[in-house]
RNA sequence: UGGCCUGUAGCUCAGGUGGUUAGAGCACACGCCUGAUAAGCGUGAGGUCAGUGGUUCGAGUCCACUCAGGCCAACCA
């Protein structure tokens, strides 16, 4: 520090000249307030009809197609579907200012299990029995909830900015719809594909109905368990004579065994009873098979008193076992064999170590039949699932002399088939020994009463046979062949999505189409009961014609025509020459369909749109959701996947990482966030997260985007305000100071991120290089560095018209990068520079950066001049803590340059202006000994000196040269031309 | 339990094919400015890269396991 003088400023009284000065001047208020305004922009909106411009607008240009993925028409958006229609939202609105016709079709699902729940609960409600209401009443009602909710759903979309053709949705109820959807399926009939098959379906008896899980509580029961021999009759020489014991809670469906299984995990051993009372069912001398773990508990059960066991038993040796089952011959039926297979779901815990499996009866006993299927077809095996039970609960031909006896009754108490079970297991020596469990068990939500498992008769769609005519597009031969050839033709976004689907393609069973409901569109086809034929079919000469008969009727009526009085006449007359064998199918197609056909009747059949998509863009819980069935959908009827691209974006989760849930009381909801802070708070939310992955929002998340959103507000608004004084002259480039080509060069950097961004879906890419920028380029660096010249310079200074020019630039550079991210306050900025009725960001392109922008060599350069920079505002730094200066305008420091490289760079620059001191000098000698260094190396010294002169009273410089002008004696010779020329105008 | 995925500063994110003291913005602390002012600028302090064990001269980066979390495995969408 030397002894210069204090600046005598501070005594002398100055004068005002704030008003002399071009300070920023706007009415773009600084605080947003945009929960009134945003509403008031989507009525603007509505006004000038924006929708219907931008696609005039983009008549003609390539059309980019984002399909909507249809919302459940029930209930109000939570975060989910905020996060999920921002993105959309985001795709859209950048494709289209790309330069795309990218046009937004929103949809809805209304189909399906939860509205007729809703539905039934108002019934209920009123004391009405939905059985007593006719059918296509009641589905009437579904369709007036589903309009109702796609009313309020599509105004909460609308409310988060999303643009779109809301005035024209699609939905899967549309009566055009229903037609299309229908006559779909009949194409998978046509082709042969569809098929007639069973599953085992939760099933009330007394409601005579099949449930859904959600529609199933368990409560306590009592249940009959019994543990029954199944002789070994081939397979291991060493078990001869020996039985596998089973244990179950379920005797009635004993009749329905097909097999035994049994876990390659668990220890087994073969063992012999060696003492038992007289008349026990378990008999000295007898040999069974058991689990190590369970032998004690099964033999006291037994009331066996004491048993040795003979040898161990290995998986490998079971596995090839074959048992009778143990009512073989009783009424000449059960002459089956029972194979022993392999099933993750057996454990040593309670029972034998050994499953009775009965494929009909039960969701595992199903899954590990359909495993083995082909195994056990090269048994000899039969893999038909027998229907031991009918809808009334009564055991059926296919359970042999048990026939009639009934597993519950119509008041939902047990019937007699257990007893009789037990009796003729007993009466075939197969007992070992029987008990009662306290357990839960399903209930029919609506009786109270339980539910059993039964087989039931279902239409599936085949994965693996060979497809015939009918269908087109591909050369593979079965639908799943089709799938997995159309996942590798597909792009993802992220990739591991192509891994999730393709896995489950190749892994997944045939497709099960049908469903025993009410609302939604029926499987319109006819069977045969006596041949099994269904109509359409390969060999049926009228499909295409029944199909035509189908559609127009539906187009008119919606799928209610088949529900309706007469619909077997109407439908197949003239088609057969006998109706009476035909059965109508009453059966409705899983909802799944509804949307995997979206495609079909939304995307070709509006000429907005165009087939395939370009992108399909769910949560990632769509890989076997609609991802899924629109493939299969579409491989079945197109051959090929109707998108081009797949994105998935991740679950939103608490601040903590975890589930949002009600009971937590941690979850976020979009209209609490839109009434607080705003839309565009929350798609700045949006953009900001890696939305690939799951995603974490709550209070302190919001606040900070809050934070980053008035970052971007604050540095719009002084643009703003600072553009009140640009003449709108342009200012050719070659004429631009350096700094300046620097901007526009680090603008154009910015823009080949932000359009990657974009392309690559990648929008928090674009979110951080656009911020960055404001914070980094232009609020800490441009703009502070400019003031000087943008408030102070006489109206004529060139400097100054060139940095308006390319703040005028930066701005609307900035506001369309912005416009797909935050559309509102985009918006707002946007009219603030453009103003006119039918003005709007949003009908613009974004800009292209012009080519000579880019100047890799001076930003280099300039990067060179920051490294000396920043030692000069190190230096300063030091002063300012020794109260020896205030602002930087207090210092005229001295910069040794010690790098030729350095030195070069700051050759012909201003660089007092550029360090935003008063003075400054740069040499190359060395520096002296305790010269301000920076800790990284940089080969610069700053020795500080306060600025000598007087404060300039406009300007704030303190400059010797402050007094020498004659009639403005305290300002600098340049404030003192501004003053002049301001003066001349007036 | 199986399929897919995640775990880098308080928060949101960067960290090609393994290679110098792990980066940015925000928030925070301290200071400056008072002509972007419920603003602006500067400086600074924050990380055993979930953990353990391996491969390697060398691992946030590769491998295995563990822990934590998410989605899917519904006649739910």
């Not at 799928?559 to 059965?583: C, I, Q, T």
Request: some cysteine; hydrophobic content about 40%.
């Amino acid at each position: 520090m030397t002894d210069t003088p204090a600046p005598t400023s501070e005594a002398t009284p100055t004068r005002d000249y704030s008003s002399t000065l071009n300070l920023p001047a706007t009415d773009f208020p600084m605080r947003a307030g945009l929960p009134e305004k945003e509403p008031k922009l989507i009525a603007r909106w509505d006004e000038m009809k924006l929708y219907e411009k931008l696609r005039e607008t983009a008549k003609g240009r390539e059309q980019f197609v984002l399909h909507d993925g249809p919302p459940y028409a029930n209930g109000h958006l939570h975060i989910g579907h905020a996060l999920n229609k921002i993105l959309k939202d985001i795709i859209t609105r950048s494709r289209q200012m790309m330069g795309y016709d990218s046009n937004y079709v929103p949809g809805w699902d209304c189909h399906g299990l939860p509205i007729e729940w809703k539905v039934e609960e108002e019934y209920r409600a009123k004391g009405k029995n939905k059985d007593e209401v006719p059918i296509n009443d009641f589905r009437a009602e579904c369709r007036a909830y589903a309009e109702n909710w796609v009313k309020i759903q599509s105004e909460e979309f609308r409310r988060l900015g999303v643009e779109g053709d809301f005035a024209h949705p699609y939905t899967t109820m549309a009566l055009a719809s229903e037609a299309v959807i229908a006559t779909e399926l009949l194409k998978f009939a046509t082709s042969g594909q569809l098929y007639r098959g069973s599953k085992p379906v939760m099933w009330s008896v007394v409601e005579k109905t099949a449930l859904a899980e959600a529609e199933v509580e368990y409560q306590d029961y009592q249940s009959d368990t019994i543990w029954v021999k199944f002789p070994v009759v081939a397979g291991a020489p060493e078990l001869d004579g020996a039985a596998v014991v089973i244990w179950t809670t379920t005797p009635w469906t004993i009749p329905g065994n097909r097999a035994i299984s049994y876990s390659p995990k668990i220890a087994y051993g073969l063992y012999e009873v060696a003492e038992a009372p007289e008349g026990n069912w378990a008999k000295t001398g007898e040999k069974y098979v058991l689990a190590d773990a369970l032998a004690e508990a099964v033999f006291k059960q037994a009331k066996v008193t004491a048993y040795t066991k003979l040898a161990s038993v290995s998986a490998a040796v079971l596995g090839k076992l074959t048992c009778a089952h143990p009512l073989r011959g009783l009424s000449g039926g059960y002459t089956f064999d029972v194979p022993l297979l392999a099933g993750d779901h057996v454990t040593d815990d309670t029972g034998t170590g050994f499953v009775h499996t009965a494929p009909g009866h039960g969701r595992e006993d199903f899954e590990v039949w359909m495993d083995y299927g082909r195994e056990l077809t090269e048994r000899g095996i039969s893999t038909a699932i027998p229907f031991t039970v009918d809808d009334d609960g009564f055991l059926t031909d296919a359970a042999p002399g048990l026939t009639g006896r009934r597993v519950i009754t119509d008041k939902g108490e047990k019937g007699d088939a257990n007893g009789a079970v037990i009796e003729a297991l007993a009466a075939a020596g197969m007992m070992v020994a029987r008990g009662r469990l306290k357990h839960t068990y399903p209930h029919s939500w609506r009786s109270k009463k339980p539910v059993i498992f039964r087989n039931t008769p279902q239409w599936f769609v085949y994965m693996d046979r060979p497809i015939g005519g009918g269908a087109s597009g591909s050369n593979a031969t079965t639908l799943r062949a089709r799938a997995l050839a159309a996942i590798d033709d597909t792009a993802f976004y992220p990739p591991a999505g192509q891994t999730r689907l393709r896995s489950m393609i190749e892994n997944r069973p045939d497709w099960v189409l049908s469903r025993q409901r009410a609302w939604g569109v029926p499987i319109a086809v006819f069977r045969n009961v006596d041949t099994g034929v269904v109509i359409p079919g390969p060999e049926f000469a009228h499909n295409e014609a029944y199909a035509a008969r189908i559609r127009a009727a539906f187009e008119v009526e919606g799928a209610d025509a088949w529900f309706a009085e007469g619909a077997k006449e109407r439908f197949l007359k003239g088609f057969v020459d006998d109706l009476e064998p035909w059965e109508q199918v009453t059966d409705i197609l899983d909802v799944w369909f509804d949307s995997g056909s979206t495609h079909e009747f939304v995307l070709k059949s509006r000429p907005d749109l165009k087939w395939p998509a370009d992108v399909y863009l769910e949560g990632s819980d769509q890989h076997r959701g609609w991802f899924h069935s629109s493939l299969l959908e579409s491989c079945g009827v197109n051959g090929v996947a109707p998108y081009k691209t797949v994105v998935t974006h991740g679950f939103t989760m608490a601040e903590d990482g975890r589930k949002m849930s009600k009971s937590l009381g941690n979850q976020v909801l979009p209209q609490d966030v839109i009434k607080q802070s705003g839309a565009d708070i929350l798609r700045l939310w949006v953009a900001s997260t890696d939305y690939w992955e799951d995603q974490r929002i709550g209070k302190k998340i919001l606040d900070a985007n809050s934070d980053a959103y008035r970052k971007i507000r604050n540095t719009l608004r002084w643009m703003l305000g600072t553009l009140a004084h640009y003449d709108g002259v342009a200012v050719a480039y070659a004429d631009l100071p350096e700094l300046e080509r620097v901007m526009l060069h680090k603008l154009a950097e910015v823009g080949a991120e932000v359009e990657e961004g974009y392309r690559e879906y990648d929008f928090k890419a674009v979110f951080s290089s656009v911020l960055n920028f404001m914070n980094i380029e232009l609020s800490a660096f441009y703009f502070d560095v400019r003031k000087d010249a943008l408030y102070c310079d006489p109206k004529s200074s060139l400097k100054r018209r060139t940095a308006l020019h390319v703040v005028a630039l930066l701005y609307d550079h900035l506001v369309k990068w912005l416009a797909p991210l935050i559309p509102f306050t985009a918006e707002e900025a946007w009219l603030e520079r453009h103003p006119g009725d039918t003005s709007s960001v949003h009908l613009e392109l974004f800009p292209t950066v012009p080519g000579e922008w880019t100047d890799a060599a001076l930003d280099e350069k300039w990067e060179k001049v920051k490294r000396v920079r920043r030692v000069v505002t190190g230096a300063l730094e030091i002063e300012r803590r020794e109260k020896r200066i205030g602002s930087s305008l207090e210092a005229a420091p001295m910069v040794h340059v010690e790098d030729k490289d350095l030195l070069t760079a700051l050759d012909e620059l201003d660089f007092a202006e550029i360090c935003i001191t008063s003075q400054i000098a740069v040499t190359d000698t060395p520096a002296p000994e305790g010269a301000f260094r920076l800790e990284d190396g940089t080969p610069v010294a700053v020795v500080p000196k306060l600025a000598e002169g007087r404060k300039c009273a406009r300007s704030w410089k303190i400059l010797p040269e402050v007094g020498s002008d004659p009639d403005y004696p305290d300002v600098t010779l340049r404030d003192a031309q501004a003053l002049r020329e301001l003066a001349a105008e007036a």
